[in-house]
């Protein structure tokens, strides 16, 4: 059995998902879950209707406009077809129902109740696709099967409970039909209130499935021929990583490389389960393997964190940053849920690179303004690089105004201006 995870940019549009559906062909026969981003851009504009309703302004336009970009990318492909149709519109008055309801007041648990809607739309649609295309399958909820508790936004798995309904639904669907169609990102709570696991965590989905089920291999499906050792629009001659150890994926994956999820590769890892990242334009290419290797190569890898907060913090009363002011501020950065990208202290302040949003870390920083001065950067960059050489150094760093800099043996990071 394999796991495949299809990314928004791979479901974007009518073309796409036929793209989809012949790499599907490609494995005719084999067991496969496949796990499916929403299309596109969808995640980005359901944010947008989320901060209309929490602002409890008219929602219908948006909601209108979502559903034509389904409906228009449905019509293409399969001109004419009702039922394709009528199972969209049973999701869109699902949406409205749950828009109509009051605003809780509740971002976090809000967001997951409405933003969910993406990928439950796109797994619809691909899934009736394939059924009418020659793909038979089963399309499985996994809000019923990724078991979380409340923390929404950011879900931690029941790996009992979740192991032991995904091996028995996908499981009994395979006696049926070979292909599972399930959704990436989103879960569920014993309470049936849906959670998502985080930005970009179709891939900790397949990770999930994988690891359940003992899968062969995990695939991710993307764009590029494989791993890169930089984001190929910012860096035009990055080139491709034929192959990685675990231990470095997951350095790579912390600093936030974004071509794997930070929490994908811990349950791979556990289970020795490879993962490769394949160009969905060539299903047949070889493209990049994480697993049990050595590591081959130690060229420079450049990732890139736009957008950034660079915080100082410093007591008031002018004495050192002992353990007790460290402890005191971790507990607010928990409190608020602000993830630190990096961070530095010295003898009078600490220092932090964060990304969290600008809601979350405001209240955070208020609160901490009660016992100490804190000063801070916005829009900042921070830029690691991995494996670094003077020559690396100097191409992201020349002509910008360097903020912070921590070195060790093989990582040096950088926040600039």
């Known amino acids: 059995m394999q796991v495949f995870k299809f990314g928004g940019a791979s479901v974007k549009d009518a073309p796409a998902i036929q793209n989809l559906s012949k790499i599907l062909h490609f494995f005719a026969g084999q067991e496969l879950v496949v796990v499916i981003s929403a299309m596109g851009k969808t995640t980005n504009f359901l944010e947008r209707l989320l901060k209309a309703y929490s602002s ?18 449905l019509e293409e492909l399969l001109p004419g077809d009702d039922e394709g149709k009528n199972r ?9 129902s749950r828009l109509a309801v009051p605003y809780s007041g509740r971002y976090d648990y809000e967001y997951d109740q409405i933003v969910s809607f993406g990928e439950l739309l796109s797994t619809t649609l691909i899934a009736y696709y394939l059924q009418q295309s020659g793909v038979p399958n089963t399309w ?44 990436g990102f989103i879960g569920g709570t014993h309470e049936r209130t849906r959670v998502t696991l985080g930005r970009e965590g179709s891939d900790y989905t397949a990770a999930i499935f994988a690891y359940c089920l003992d899968a062969e291999r995990v695939t991710i499906w993307k764009d590029v021929p494989g791993l890169l050792n930089a984001d190929p629009k910012r860096f035009p001659d990055a080139v491709k990583l034929d192959e990685l150890p ?54 420079p890898s450049f990732i890139v ?24 501020i971790f507990t607010l950065f928990a409190k ?40 801070y950067n916005e829009a900042v960059t921070l830029v690691t690089i991995r494996h670094y050489t003077p020559e690396a150094i100097r191409r992201v760093t020349e002509g910008r105004s360097i903020l912070l800099r921590q070195t060790s043996r093989t990582t040096i990071q950088y926040v600039l201006l």
């Open 56 to 73: 409890q302004e008219d929602t219908s336009a948006l909601v209108e406009e979502l559903m034509r970009y389904h409906l228009d990318v």
């Open 88 to 96: 969209l519109t049973a999701l869109r008055q699902e949406m409205e």
């Open 336 to 375: 608020y849920r602000v993830h630190i990208n990096m961070m530095q202290n010295s003898a009078l302040s600490f220092s932090v690179c964060t990304g969290t949003e600008m809601d979350r870390l405001k209240a955070c920083v208020e609160e901490m303004k009660v016992r100490y001065k804190v000063k």
């Open 140 to 183: 499985l909820n996994a809000t019923e099967l990724v078991m979380t508790d409340a923390t929404y936004r950011e879900g931690k798995v029941d790996w009992e409970l979740t192991g032991a309904r995904i091996r028995e639904a996908v499981l009994a669907a395979m006696t049926k039909e070979p292909v599972v169609i399930t959704q």
């Open 246 to 299: 675990y231990q470095e994926a997951l350095e790579l994956s912390y600093y936030g490389a974004s071509v794997i999820h930070p929490k994908t590769l811990k349950p791979l890892q556990n289970k020795h389960i490879p993962l490769f990242v394949k160009s969905f334009f060539h299903p047949e290419d070889t493209g990049s393997m994480i697993g049990d290797c050595p590591l081959s190569t130690t060229i």
């Open 305 to 328: 964190k736009d957008n950034q907060t660079l915080l100082t913090i410093f007591p008031k009363d002018f004495s050192f940053v002992a353990e007790e002011n460290l402890s005191e």
